[in-house]
């Protein structure tokens, strides 16, 4: 069976990331999932174990670093955030595509350790639109809000190493061009596909 696409998806707080690929698969005609990370960050209200995250302990998930469990890791706002790489190739070897939403450093680490994945970053075409986003969310201090709006700048700066850049001004174009990418993926080139490592 031809392995199913690995999907990075990346972009600033605000973006809208959870939004497009949530209604890209609800709207269904592709066998798509995303990967669901884990973290050590506490959840927030409505969020639910293992539907949107995985939640650990930072001792817990030290434990998947050592045993080389994880796909990618990084520590985001003083939270650690990873994925279990049998979350991704038993998918995968199933056929499915699976999308990683996941920030800049650990997209940068899956690049290098699954040649064969399709990269996007998902953002807004200005700055003002991602602060209304954030503002509107009114879940963090402005403190931390000024953190985010800091972060996404540096995030931007780094668009250039995706091979596909999707604007989410308006969320029907954003899924639309999202599955366009997507369903160009489900006939790769090689049909053997590339095993991603976690050496």
């Not at 996941?102 to 200005?126: E, K, M, N, Y």
Request: contains cysteine; aromatic residues 6%; glycine residues 10%.
């Amino acid at each position: 069976m031809v392995p199913g696409p690995l999907i990075i998806l990346s972009g600033p707080s605000g973006a809208g990331k959870s939004t497009v690929v949530r209604e890209l698969i609800r709207q269904g005609g592709l066998p798509l999932r995303q990967s669901i990370s884990a973290t050590t960050r506490p959840p927030r209200p409505g969020e639910v174990d293992g539907v949107d995250y995985h939640f650990r302990t930072e001792e817990e998930f030290r434990r998947h670093i050592a045993a080389g469990d994880l796909l990618e890791w990084a520590c985001v706002y003083g939270n650690y955030y990873g994925t279990l790489a049998s979350a991704v190739e038993e998918p995968r070897r199933r056929g499915e595509g699976v999308v990683l939403v996941i920030d800049v450093q650990g997209a940068a680490q899956v690049r290098g350790r699954c040649p064969d994945h399709v990269s996007i970053f998902l953002t807004t075409s200005t700055p003002e639109i991602l602060e209304q986003r954030l503002r509107g969310r009114g879940t963090e201090e402005e403190e931390t809000l000024q953190v985010r709006l800091q972060t996404a700048q540096v995030e931007q700066a780094r668009s250039g190493e995706y091979q596909h850049v999707v604007y989410n001004d308006d969320l029907d174009q954003a899924v639309r061009r999202l599955r366009e990418v997507i369903a160009a993926a489900f006939r790769p080139a090689n049909p053997e596909g590339h095993p991603c490592t976690t050496s």
